[in-house]
């Protein structure tokens, strides 16, 4: 069980969250020059890394609102917390670098 | 003796579709041909026959000879060989699917020089952490196919490998809900029976029956209206599989190399795969197989590709043996969980995915719940029964809940991944698969349309809803 210290209603369980999957994915464009090899990673690709994984999560019954986690994915430690307009934090004590 | 007979004269299948379509039932020209025709057939077959029995291969004679010798005289069922400098074909993976390519590989297409690279220990990833379920109720043709495939594979495994693989075809029932459940399944019923696969609609009084455990009552938690039955699924011993490949494969010359992580790939100039770098030092190869689900990413991040995969966690639970009281298996569609009890008398409990990507093979507490609350509110007579275990798998999660089979970006590297929660069920046609593509250099036609392509064309076969369980 994670307790996730949401940035607007402090530390909360697990329950209350939902994994929105890999963050920092940017759409291709223009759209019209897009192979579709691209797009087909876009749409499906992500990585999968066994190391730390920037994701996005919700606080699905709190504030609905939306952040960014860095977690590690055989641990599940989480790492760091950064708001959605937030770039990457990289290099984690002991961690794999992505 | 059928089944001696049958072994020795039964001319060898030279490729997948030359299968009978009921394995578990020799086709006419088989069984003619495996019969003696001649007095001096018959003096060859008996003598071949007293041959086998001196040979003291694995059958009820020897079981019961080594009960009387204190089982003292078995020997290690496959070598364990150190691995040689080059091989003509190796695969990464030592579970079902890895063993099942390279038994057929060898089996089917006489390739012999052939390594299984294994990190751990044989059967230790999936192949021993899932639930042992094995159907073929899937929604679209190209499914089916794949699947009741891999079915009828199963229902003649065990005198394929001589080795029990435990399968009982103690049928699956799946339950509906509501009035949404009975439509959606009254339409994948529809189109299951169109592909050829055995299931059949059953009401509440027939589920009753057959299940008496669960809670039925109308003012129910999870009212039971109806549901679908495949009779022909059932469950196998999930080692015994991996072994029995193991065991097949290891005779025909396969070389099994457990404790050998791969590292790394060796490329050759034009990018084509020249070997595998190992904790065991370099090997050479002419085609590299993977079949490593959980890590098939962390492989092809080796490899410099990228696959629409993602790891998750999938939980599952014993409990303490109990008196039979389930002799099919039971899937729920609104909670996710499936039951069957296995032939010790445990409780096999599984459920939905984790909620998030995991490498971690233990599980997480609130799907735990979730599942086991499901077990009490739907079977309310085994609330108080006690777990002995409880583990997780890595399952590899695609998009459309369907395989990927087949070439790779990398020339000579195929692979065999995505099967999400259900591997299992597939071992024996995945092994195929890949064995086939690996030794004509072509995909087979029942895995054609699971090639990694279908994520730039948009062929996607979605079988998240059929399949049952949402990921």
Redesign the interface.
């Known amino acids: 069980m994670l307790l996730i210290h949401c940035p607007w209603c402090g530390p909360r369980e697990e329950l209350e969250f939902r994994c929105g999957g890999e963050s920092h994915i940017s759409r291709p464009s223009p759209s019209a020059t897009v192979s579709d090899t691209d797009w087909g990673n876009y749409l499906f690709t992500r990585k999968n890394p066994k190391g730390v994984h920037y994701e996005r999560w919700v606080h699905a019954f709190g504030c609905r609102r939306w952040f960014n986690v860095a977690r590690h994915t055989a641990t599940h430690r989480i790492e760091a917390i950064y708001a959605m307009h937030e770039a990457a934090p990289s290099a984690f004590d002991g961690a794999d670098a992505l | 003796m059928r089944r001696r007979r049958d072994a020795r004269t039964i001319r060898p299948f030279t490729s997948a579709d030359d299968h009978c379509p009921n394995a578990s039932l020799p086709c006419e020209e088989c069984l003619q041909s495996s019969y003696p025709q001649t007095y001096k057939q018959s003096i060859q077959f008996c003598m071949e026959w007293a041959l086998d029995l001196a040979k003291l291969d694995y059958s009820g004679w020897r079981v019961l000879r080594e009960g009387f010798r204190g089982q003292a005289g078995w020997t290690q069922a496959w070598r364990d060989p150190a691995p040689k400098p080059a091989y003509d074909v190796i695969i990464v993976g030592g579970g079902g699917h890895g063993l099942a390519t390279a038994y057929y590989l060898a089996r089917n297409h006489g390739i012999r020089n052939i390594a299984v690279l294994e990190k751990g220990w044989l059967g230790g990833g999936n192949t021993g952490r899932n639930t042992t379920v094995i159907r073929s109720n899937y929604y679209y043709r190209e499914s089916a196919a794949l699947y009741d495939f891999s079915l009828k594979l199963y229902e003649g495994l065990a005198r394929e490998l001589n080795y029990n693989v435990m399968f009982s075809q103690r049928g699956i029932i799946t339950l509906a809900h509501s009035r949404h459940d009975l439509e959606a399944a009254t339409r994948w019923v529809g189109a299951m029976r169109v592909n050829g696969v055995d299931t059949d609609m059953i009401g509440p009084a027939e589920i009753a029956r057959r299940v008496p455990i669960l809670d039925m009552r109308p003012d129910a938690r999870y009212p039971v209206l109806g549901g679908f039955m495949q009779k022909r699924a059932g469950t196998a011993r999930h080692d015994a599989v991996a072994w029995g490949y193991a065991r097949a494969a290891d005779a025909l010359g396969v070389d099994i190399i457990q404790q050998c992580e791969v590292t790394g790939f060796r490329r050759n100039a034009d990018g084509s795969i020249a070997g595998v770098e190992t904790s065991r030092g370099l090997i050479a190869a002419k085609t590299v197989g993977i079949a490593a689900a959980g890590?098939s990413?962390?492989l092809a991040d080796m490899a410099g590709f990228?696959?629409?995969?993602?790891?998750y966690a999938l939980q599952a639970f014993v409990t303490e043996p109990l008196k039979p009281v389930l002799d099919t298996v039971v899937l729920s569609l609104a909670t996710g969980l499936y039951l069957s009890q296995s032939d010790k008398g445990g409780l096999v409990i599984g459920g939905a995915l984790d909620?998030?990507?995991?490498?971690?093979q233990r599980g997480?507490?609130?799907m735990a719940r979730t599942v086991l609350g499901a077990v009490a509110q739907q079977y309310p007579s085994l609330g108080r029964v006690r777990l002995v275990r409880q583990w997780a798998g890595i399952v590899d999660v695609v998009?459309d809940s369907s395989p990927i089979l087949g070439a790779t970006p990398v020339p000579n590297l195929l692979i065999n991944c995505g099967w999400g929660t259900g591997g299992f069920k597939a071992i024996p046609a995945g092994g195929t698969l890949l064995a086939h593509h690996i030794a004509t250099g072509t995909p087979h036609h029942l895995a054609e349309p699971f090639s990694l392509s279908r994520?730039?064309?948009?062929a996607l076969i979605d079988e998240a809803a059929a399949s049952g369980i949402a990921h």
């Open positions: 890590h990413t962390t990228r696959l629409p995969v993602t790891s909620l998030y990507p995991s490498y971690a997480n507490m609130p998009q994520f730039s064309t948009g």
